[in-house]
């Protein structure tokens, strides 16, 4: 049995160093060890916890199996799914019920019919605008809407030039192809512009662009579209 008897050399304040040096009593004989060996004996030691917290910030844990944890998987569209594993769903599974935010890659693109909904929807951010010399000199853009469809207000401004490029859309993420734009004209003057001055839109995976015609468009007027893209 070791008991400890004493202890010397220990500093009044602050943190052990590892060479303070400990008397012990080692059956009936005096030793002598140090904290950083005690502290690596009982470090070797295998120890069970309970009762205490382990902060994620400045602790990290390793190697700990999904069969350790009370929570090791989550169930999507009826199929239970590990934790770090993955899981590969059908078409036919969406119809189980898939919620939430985020979003799901099919294993084999579903192939679809005739299929009724009530609205489609885009969920993309805001497309971005930037103008052209078609536009005129200092002219405004705004867009309102997603990349599948949206509002284009042009505003333009001095001297817009014939055969240029009023507006050039970004999309916010890109699409697989170039996308089909459906167009309609969002107010009187805009339906009104006639076949010469009628821009025309070309697409590319990220952007749509439209550009003037062989007659440009009036200075300071407001011209108003809709766009609607498949792609």
Same mark, same amino acid.
């Given at each position: ?45 295998? %120890? ?42 059908? *078409? ?42 078609? *536009?005129?000199?200092?002219? %405004?853009?705004?867009? *309102? ?15 817009? %030039? ?34 010469? *001055? ?34």
């Amino acid at each position: 049995m070791t008991t400890f008897v004493a202890y010397s050399q220990l500093p009044l304040a602050g943190a052990l160093t590892g060479s303070e040096i400990f008397s012990m009593t080692q059956g009936t004989t005096s030793v002598g060890t140090t904290y950083s060996t005690l502290n690596a004996y009982y470090s070797s030691l295998t %120890t069970t916890l309970t009762n205490k917290t382990i902060s994620g910030a400045s602790n990290t844990l390793t190697n700990i199996p999904n069969s350790a944890l009370s929570n090791n998987s989550i169930t999507v569209a009826g199929k239970t799914i590990a934790l770090g594993g993955s899981q590969a769903l059908a *078409a036919s599974d969406l119809s189980n019920g898939v919620t939430g935010s985020g979003s799901i890659v099919l294993a084999t693109a579903p192939t679809l019919g005739v299929t009724t909904v009530t609205h489609l929807v885009g969920n993309s951010a805001t497309p971005t605008a930037a103008a052209g010399t078609g *536009a005129g000199t200092s002219p %405004t853009l705004t867009v *309102a809407g997603t990349d599948s469809g949206f509002k284009l207000t042009v505003v333009t401004g001095t001297s817009p %030039t014939a055969n240029g490029v009023v507006a050039t859309i970004t999309f916010s993420s890109v699409f697989a192809a170039a996308p089909v734009p459906s167009v309609a004209e969002g107010n009187a003057i805009t339906a009104s512009i006639t076949s010469a *001055a009628c821009p025309f839109i070309t697409t590319t995976t990220s952007t749509l662009v439209l550009t003037a015609n062989a007659t440009a468009l009036t200075a300071s007027t407001t011209y108003v579209w809709y766009f609607q893209l498949v792609g």
